[in-house]
């Protein structure tokens, strides 16, 4: 019986984890939310994080008050040169977690306003199209140390 109770804790206490860690808006959740800090001059900051829609829905733009602007891009390795694109939006297949993560598919903070410095927070809004409909989601980015 113990084995049982322990295991359902386990169970609960993950999901429960998952719950604080996310964020809901309208079948929308947005976890593990996060940037690299950056060194003093740079102009350009990475945003990453798993995002997961209950119904097919896509991130049309993202926007944020400590950039001049903010763009999904891509990164990928092209006979050993890395390119990097913009993408004009990131479908979000239904039920399925999309993660955006470095070295792959990310937002890219353009003209930043000042360095991020670990501890910070950076917000962000994500607007998310699903049935033709537009919703702002709104998170905040725990920015991590440079070496992470």
Request: charged share 20%.
């Amino acid at each position: 019986m113990r084995y049982f109770a322990r295991r359902a804790f386990l169970v609960i206490a993950a999901s429960f984890a998952w719950a604080v860690a996310a964020h809901a808006e309208r079948g929308v959740s947005v976890a593990q939310v996060w940037a690299r800090a950056t060194v003093p001059g740079q102009k350009v900051a990475g945003v990453y994080l798993d995002i997961r829609s209950d119904q097919a829905a896509a991130i049309t733009a993202v926007r944020s008050p400590l950039a001049a602007s903010a763009e999904i891009h891509s990164m990928s390795n092209d006979n050993g040169v890395m390119r990097m694109r913009r993408l004009p939006r990131l479908d979000l297949p239904a039920g399925e977690t999309v993660r955006l993560g470095p070295g792959g598919i990310h937002i890219m903070l353009l003209d930043i306003k000042r360095p991020l410095h670990a501890g910070d927070q950076v917000p962000l809004v994500l607007t998310v199209e699903r049935n033709g409909k537009k919703t702002s989601v709104q998170v905040e980015a725990e920015v991590r140390a440079l070496e992470q």
